[in-house]
Structure formats: structure tokens, C-alpha cells
């Protein structure tokens, strides 16, 4: 029996902390721990996150600052009947948002249309055949959506050419600007802890659309169908579901489960999930849904398809359109098989006949042409001569490069490794000996689509290869970018490189199920379930809750299918004289598992007929624990924690700071020439990493730099030096960002949580302070002081003056000046 290679990584748990923001919130303390997973871990936190319409928000016009000057100029061309375009992409957001705002200027009697390019000949956003084309056709304006931050010279061109354009983008933004006429982005002249930063291309469309028709009088009217867009396309594009995006979709779901938008219902009775709408729409219903289908149009379809469903004024249309979504998405599901069959196909042998090592080479790179003609030398009989003059690899063979970024996920999800997957785009390419492979291979391009790791960042990886690819981009988790065939093996050398630099190891290289909390099988219940719907809408950013069962025993087990074969349908025993079922998708190969396994499992509802249960949704199997010690003296079932609590004194595990070698230079960031030195180690409350490309690492140091970036400075002098001797800078840049400074009362709190946390102590009650410090953004004296106000006397710590007065001496170290920062490093 062989189980799926996976490495588990579970929160620490919290008991004390869970109980208190349970107490508090009405959650049971297992949630109430899953929401200190995902950084909500004061009460105040929590609330604001269950009951987000109780926040206020600010007005988007003092959030982005080219906003007046875009409703402007916007609303000068509509009352001047100006000719109007907007620039979409053919990815779900860009379609989205194109629609939205096509919705928006035909509501305000605009004269409007939209260009999108052309995704197998001009790649991604707006280029010069586009401005050009228009500009022929006599538009004045141009609106970019989900595209055109990185496109200087097709910007500069309009411009030159008399079209003003407005840029509405949320891709990083570069160091040369595009001449725009306004720009709008949450990550340009935004604060990062904004409720906007979040957003994707199609919330900035929002935002836009929504105070333009504030302006003509028309918000009531449009208020609805641009909400159910917007939520459409924010989940099927994945963004995080945090901020205000979290706020508008909880909304923007109920609206669709009663759409209005003749495009949409059509879709939703398409696509089989009626049976949802009437329940509640849930992201996953999106996502899985309506997302594949949308997307399956831009990526081997025409995105006009479903531009004109999303802005279907009549059912007929809308009923057609939504039949060749349909259709397109069964064409791409066809494709991803077949590419994902071949892939798995290839690397299995190589695997099989040791030709590839993956905890070695930590990053699979696979091309079609390779891939294709492995198998097809594979598949000839022993004794044919291979490499036969009359055999070729056609154009149309090849992997379509739209559907590979798809495959790439789900071989990251197999393997656990970082994917380079790649299609080669040229006419005709021979394998016969004596064609002219050598010389096609100078020519043609391959284009890849990647995937990550946490340990692997994707645009990193991107930047370090920039000198052997083409165009590309991308960011933390996926990119894309072409290169010359000819350097394909260049490719590989470079990130095995790469990878080495990053510290990836052959531990990384399994696939990670992160789990949140352990839970008994006998207390899985309905009422869990529908207790998770407060922590809705779940997605990116705000995953669906992952609980593990241990030694779960398997009562019967089947593959299951359209062949019977795909997936592995399970009967467990709960414990308690129940079964419960469960499924495992895509995972009918490790039939049959183990009598007894832990389980990582989210929860499902099942209906049938008039009846709802609750049933598992397995993603991860392990052998069963016999040792349960990592489990931290508790178990957690839905009503409350058991566990076991030792009296204790804290003991304080602190590092002084240590004498510096040499001291580097300082100076403020602001003041500092541009671009900085490489290596850089960017570090700070609220630290911006997009902005700093290249050669950066963040937070923690791990080698050598030359130029440190405190976008604000450390909680202490203590962690400073520290800071310094382990990153031994040349040049120190300081910011101005100053963390929020805590009350006395929510210290206070923390600290007599931290007494009674098993999680943040270790077996001979220590704490570790200066982490401790870190995690809070205060002093190591600050904690002390506090601990020492709850009865602590901490004897081994230096002397300490009272909680109130600690905190305004934490305010005046985050406004210190460079002088004195340098004078305490000296001394």
C-alpha cells in the first residue's frame, strides 16, 4: 500500500486564547482557534472579521489619489460624446472587469467598445496594434482594466497619438510609470493597510464604476449588477478574500444566488449549480462553477463570448452564449487531461528509471516537445530505429500554452515541487537525423506557465533567469514568461541555482497540507458545518478550515468515477457507534489505503433529496499516530477544550544584544539614491515587498547584505543590533512607517493569555522574549512590565518602569532619529 507523499504542517495550538475569543464571539473554541491561524487573535480582531459591515470604510477618493481626475475625465468625454474604449485582457478578471465597465457607460448613454489581445499571437495587454487600431476609429479615451501599469510604450504611443488613458491595474507596480492620464491602483499611493489593497483589476473597475455613476445620478440603478460582477470575477480570479473584498463578496453572493443579469443565470443553469443557488452560494460554487467556464473562454476561446453574456440584454443570447461557455470548458477539460496524462506519463519514467531525482533537482521543468517525444520513442517496438526521418512534431501537436498554467497546479499539488511547464511555438519540428532540429531550436520560442512552492518564489525566480528569458512576470506563486528553445537547458541549470540560493531543500519538495486544528470524528457534526458559514466567504486568504482526525478506522473504501477509477470514496468509523463518509479527489490510485490513517479533512455538505449531512473532504492521508505528544495535551471537539494546565513562573529566555564589528552607514530611505544596492534584506511593520524587486529577501536575515531597508524600525535597540550583526549591512535605509503602538489594556490581556499558553512556551516554561517582542511590535521591557503587573516578578530581568510609561517610551523609539539610532549601534 503506498500513501500520498505529503508533509503536514499544523498550527500551534492555542487553548487559552481560544477559549477567551470564543467566550467572547459565540464560536466554538475550534474555530475561534481557526481564526487565530489567519492573524485574527484579539477579540477585537475576531469581531471585526465575523461582522465586517460593522467597520467603516474610508471613502475611495482619499484612497486613490488619480480618482477625482479619472471621474473627470471621464465624465467630460460621456457628456461630450466622446468616442470611449476600454483595453480588457482575456484572463477572468480582465473580462470581468471589461464588462463591468461596458455595463456602466451604456447605463450613462456613453459611446463605448473594447479591444482585448489576441492571448496565442500578442500575449498579455494592451500593445500597439490596440492603440493604434483605435485611435483610427477615432477614440479620444482609453480605459485600461486588469492591464497596462508595466505597458510604457504602447501608453507613450497613445498618448502621442492624442488619446488620453486612464490605467486601472493591481499588478506591481515598476519603476518606470506608463505617461497615463491618471493612473488607479491599490498598490500606487496606497496605504498597504488599506481595506483596497486587496482588490484585483476588476475591483478597481468597481470602484471606478461605481462613483461615475454616483456622478450621473445612477448608483441605485447600478449598484447591484456591478456588485454581482465584481464578485464574479474576484473570486474566479482567486483573489484574497480580505478587506473590503471580504465585505462586498459576503454581499455580492447573495445577489447571485438571485441574479438579475440575464448572463449569469444562464450560466448558473449551465454549469449545474441550481441546486446550490437555492441553499446559498458559497466561493466554491463560484470558483468550481461559473470560474472554469469563464476562464475556459479566455484561455482557448474568443473572451468576446463571454463579454457579451455578462452584458446579455436578452435570454435567447444569453442562453446561447452560455452554451459555448460550456462547450469550451468541456474542450479545455479534454486538453488538461490529455497534457496531464502525458506529463505524469514522463516524469514517472524518468522518476522510475532514476533519470530524475526531485529532492535533488527541486524544480521540474517539463516541455511538450520532450514529453512528446519520449513516449512516442517509448511506444515503438524494441528494435525499430528511433529518430526516423518521416517523423515530426506539428504545431498543432504541441501543448495549447493556454491551458498549461492549469496543469502546472495540479502537478505542483502531486509532486510538491516548483512546475516550469512549457508548449514550443513554431511551424514544423522534425526528429528525423537528418532534419535541422539544431537549427529550428534557435528560432523557436518555448512558453512557460509556473507555479510555486512557498519556499520557491515564482518572481523571484523570474528576476534571477532574466538574462536567458524573453518577456514575462508574475508574482509570489505563479508567472509566465518565453525563452529561446535553444536555452531550455540554461533554464534548468539557473533555477537549480536558484533554488540552492532560496535554501529549498529536499524536505520542501513534498506537497504541504496545512492544517489548522485536531478534532474528534465523533464530534464532526451538521452544526460545525454550518457554524463555518460565519467564517464565510471562504477562499484565498481565508481558506475553509482544515481539521485532522487521528487514527481514523477505515470501514470501507472504493474507487469512484466517471471510470471508476479517479477518485477514492471512504466509510469511517466516528468513534461514537456513527459512520461518516468522505472523499478523496484524484486519488482512486492510492486504493486501497491502511485499515487505520489520519485524516486532514474540510468539511462538506451532502445533500440528497430533502436530507443534509455532513461528510469529509480528504486532502490529506498519513499513517496512523501512535505517538500523540505533538498534539499539545489537548483535544478539541465543538463545544470546548480539554486540557491539561500546569502552574508555572515564567522563566525569560533573552539574548542581550551583541557588540557589532562594524557599523554601517545610515541614512533615510527617502533621501537615499535609487535604485539601492543589492542584496537587500527588507524588514518592518507593514513592509511593502512588491516594491523592492531583485535580489531581496525579507524579514529574517540569511546571509550577507549590502544595503538593509528598515521600513520601520525593530520593536528595541536589543532587536536592532541584533538586526545588524546577523545581516552585517553596509548601508542602513530607514523608513517612516511606525507600527500601531497596543493599549495597556489589550497587553495586559495578551500577557495573562501568554501565562497560560502551552503554545507559546516550551516544556520547562520558558518564554522566549525577544520572538515574543517580535510577534507584538513592542519592547522585551514592555512584556515584563506587563507580566510583572499581573503578579509575574520576573526576578531575572532588569528593572522595569510602569505599562503606561513603557509604551510611551515604545512611541518615542519608532520616531528616533538616525543620529541616535547610530550613537546606540556605536555603543
Known sequence: ????????????????????????????????????????????????????????????????????????????AIRSQESIAICGDYDVDGMTSTALLIRTFRALGAQADYAIPSRMTEGYGINDRIVRELNSKGVTLLITVDNGIAAYDAIALAESLGTSVIVTDHHDIPIELPPATAILNPKYKVNPSSPY????????????????????????????????????????????LTGINRRLVQKGLRLLAQSKLLGVTAL??????????????????????????????????????????????????????AQECEATNRERQIKCAEIEQEAIAYITAKIQSKELDLKQEKVLVVVDREVKKFLADRAKPKGTKKNTKTESLSAEAGWHHGVIGIVASRLVERYGAPVFIG???????????????????????TRFSVRGIPEFHVFKSLEFIKSIRDKGGGHKAAG???ISTANLDLLRQALREFADREAVTAEHIQPLIEV?????????????????????PCGIGNSDPVFYSRDVRVLAQQRRGKDKTKHLALELDKGNGEKIKAIAWRWGEYCPIPDRVDLAYKLRANQWQDTTSVELEVIGIRTASQDTSQDNDYAVNSTRMEFARKDWQPILDYKPAPNLEVVPKWQTLAEASKPLARPILLYGYDRPAHLFQGDVDCDRPRRRYTSLVLWSLPPSATHLRWLIALAKPEAIYVGS?????????????????????????????????????????????????????LGYPCPDFPSTYPLDRELQHLQNWYTCSIEKLSNICQN
Not at 426 to 441: H, M, P, R, V, Y
Request: charge should be negative; hydrophobic fraction near 45%; charged fraction near 25%.
Open 737 to 789: 512607517q511606525i507600527p500601531q503602538i497596543p493599549t495597556s489594556e489589550s497587553i495586559l490581556e495578551r500577557a495573562a493569555l501568554v501565562v497560560g499558553s502551552d503554545s507559546l512556551r516550551d516544556a520547562y516554561c520558558r518564554l522566549n522574549l525577544l520572538d515574543l517582542a517580535q510577534q507584538w511590535w513592542v519592547a522585551p521591557c514592555t512584556i515584563v512590565s506587563a507580566l510583572r503587573q
Open 197 to 240: 489593497a486587496t482588490i484585483a483589476g476588476v475591483g478597481v473597475a468597481y470602484v471606478l464604476a461605481l462613483e461615475l455613476a454616483d456622478r450621473f445620478g445612477k448608483r441605485a440603478e447600478l449598484a447591484d449588477p456591478l456588485l454581482e460582477l465584481f464578485t464574479l470575477g474576484t473570486i474566479a480570479d482567486l483573489a484574497s
Open 480 to 482: 509566465g514568461f518565453s
Open 1 to 76: 500500500m503506498t500513501l500520498p507523499n505529503q508533509r503536514w504542517q499544523i498550527f500551534s495550538p492555542q487553548p487559552y486564547l481560544a477559549e477567551f475569543i470564543a467566550t467572547s464571539t459565540g464560536l466554538s473554541p475550534m474555530l475561534a482557534q481557526v481564526l487565530i491561524n489567519r492573524g485574527m487573535d484579539t477579540v477585537e480582531l475576531a469581531q471585526r472579521f465575523l461582522e465586517p459591515d460593522s467597520e467603516l470604510l474610508p471613502d475611495p477618493k482619499d484612497e486613490f489619489q488619480d480618482l477625482i481626475p479619472s471621474l473627470d475625465r471621464i465624465e467630460k
Open 268 to 321: 448558473i443553469n449551465e454549469s449545474g449549480i441550481v441546486k446550490e443557488k437555492q441553499t446559498g452560494l458559497k466561493p466554491e460554487a463560484i470558483g468550481f462553477g461559473l470560474g472554469p467556464r469563464i476562464n475556459a473562454v479566455g484561455r482557448i476561446g474568443d473572451p468576446r463570448t463571454v463579454i457579451d453574456l455578462l452584458t446579455a440584454e436578452e435570454m435567447g443570447q444569453a442562453i446561447v452564449l
Open 516 to 536: 489548522d486544528v485536531l478534532a474528534d470524528l465523533g464530534h464532526i457534526s451538521i452544526t460545525l458545518l454550518q457554524e463555518i458559514d460565519r467564517l464565510q
Open 423 to 445: 508548449s514550443v511555438e513554431d511551424e514544423a519540428l522534425e526528429f528525423g537525423e537528418d532534419s535541422e532540429l539544431n537549427q529550428e531550436e534557435n528560432h523557436s520560442k
